[in-house]
């Protein structure tokens, strides 16, 4: 890969995450949230969530693998339960960082703080896909790198922050981590009908993609939304 590719690569998979990061935590308009817990959420997204999401993945895989015969429906286990399940429990832990905990004091930051790290996740993600994009030529990778700005980047955001959400309650409110859960399994569902919508041609592969990226810009515009009522109420 000659080096103008390379700085194209990193450039095309790390910029929509980084502005879409601002875009998220400018949606308050009261007490934004600091630049160095958001950064680190950013990064723990980018870095040790992507690791230790792999890691999880091939476990889960190897672990069900020799009991699911059937490649299609192993290939549909893969796709809507163990991708979506292992990338949202390890993206949100993020919040967990001493930084970042304790700047958990209104309920509307937990959504922008899980968003931000499942952008971070995303940013990562569209590298090592890009990083594939990028042999098949320039048009290609410019079409798919694309759509995985935006449809891949505020998927990840949106269904994470709706764990992070959860989380910030129980800190807040303090309550027990359990109910975490219902906003846990929230994440997968919204993760698990996005890959699905484009993982398997039930509608078509085009109409498939339109749903994908429509159901995206509602989840976003759901979270927005949710962060602009809290942030407006406890103004």
Not at 19 to 43: A, S
Not at 109 to 127: K, P
């Amino acid at each position: 890969m000659e080096s103008v590719e390379f700085v194209l690569l990193v450039s095309m998979a790390f910029l929509p995450p980084i502005i879409y990061t601002i875009w998220i935590r400018n949606t308050e308009n009261f007490h934004r949230e600091k630049w160095k817990p958001i950064f680190l959420c950013f990064l723990w997204g980018a870095t040790i969530a992507v690791i230790a999401a792999i890691v999880l993945e091939l476990v889960l895989h190897f672990s069900l693998a020799p009991s699911i015969n059937d490649q299609n429906i192993f290939s549909l286990v893969t796709v809507i339960i163990i991708a979506p399940f292992a990338e949202e429990l390890t993206k949100p832990l993020a919040l967990r960082l001493k930084t970042v905990k304790k700047e958990l004091d209104e309920l509307e930051d937990g959504l922008i703080y899980g968003a931000v790290a499942g952008l971070g996740f995303s940013a990562t993600e569209n590298l090592l896909y890009g990083w594939n994009f990028i042999s098949e030529g320039l048009l290609f990778f410019f079409v798919l790198i694309s759509i995985r700005s935006f449809g891949g980047c505020l998927l990840h955001a949106s269904a994470t922050a709706w764990t992070g959400y959860g989380y910030g309650k129980t800190i807040i409110k303090h309550t027990s981590l359990i109910r975490v859960l219902p906003y846990f399994l929230l994440a997968i569902l919204v993760h698990a009908f996005y890959n699905s919508l484009l993982s398997f041609d039930i509608l078509g592969v085009v109409i498939g993609l339109f749903a994908a990226l429509t159901f995206t810009a509602i989840t976003i515009i759901l979270v927005r939304t949710k962060i602009k009522t809290l942030d407006e109420s406890s103004s």
